[in-house]
């Protein structure tokens, strides 16, 4: 393993919460706008998982690195399961407020506001091989927007066991328990124990 991975994104809060994940182990982050050359290529995935292997092995190959790429989303139960894999662009493109308030009026007459954030974290290797990683946080929308911390979907995503919303949590603590965090932890145990030894 190189000490350098590309993650495949422009999104600077996803890149800030990964370089600090992974600064322990040495290795360095960088992002698309590192590699302005870099073609984008259209989530035209099914799913989570054919988005971030479609985004990773692109990446891949026109930069000969080890690439990270992810795809994650909302789910809610009583919205079958949507927005899913359209969460960012649910209410046209990467607008959060927007997204947000669409979320809100969707669930306006629903009771059950059961959701779960999904994160499937896919790893192409140096050598081309994949890793595939899932984590998922369970919790619930609450009717409005409470805290300023995070981005997206947080402020209504309402954690019970920490009685409080993603928003209202310090980087470390969301990392802890995030859908993306948990399958982070995944990817680098995985990481640890298979290329850094």
Known sequence: MTSEVVLATNNVNKAREFREMFKPLGITIKTLKDFPNVESIAETGDSFEEN??????????????????????????????????????????????????????????????????????????????????????????????VGSNGFGYDPLFYVSSKGKTLAEMS????????????????????IENNFLN
């Open 52 to 145: 971030a292997i479609l985004k990773a092995q692109h990446l891949h190959n026109q930069t000969n690195l080890p690439v990270i790429a992810d795809d994650s989303g909302l789910q809610v139960l009583s919205l079958n399961g949507a927005p899913g894999i359209y969460s960012a662009r649910y209410a046209g493109d990467h607008d959060d407020d927007a997204n947000n308030q669409k979320l809100l009026k969707e669930l306006s007459n629903k009771t059950n506001r059961d959701a779960q954030f999904v994160t499937c974290l896919v790893l192409v290797t140096k050598d081309n091989s994949k890793i595939v990683v899932y984590g998922c946080l369970n919790g619930e929308i609450i009717d409005h927007s």
């Open 171 to 190: 980087d470390e603590e969301k990392n802890s328990i995030s859908h993306r965090g948990k399958a982070l932890n995944k990817l680098l145990n995985i």
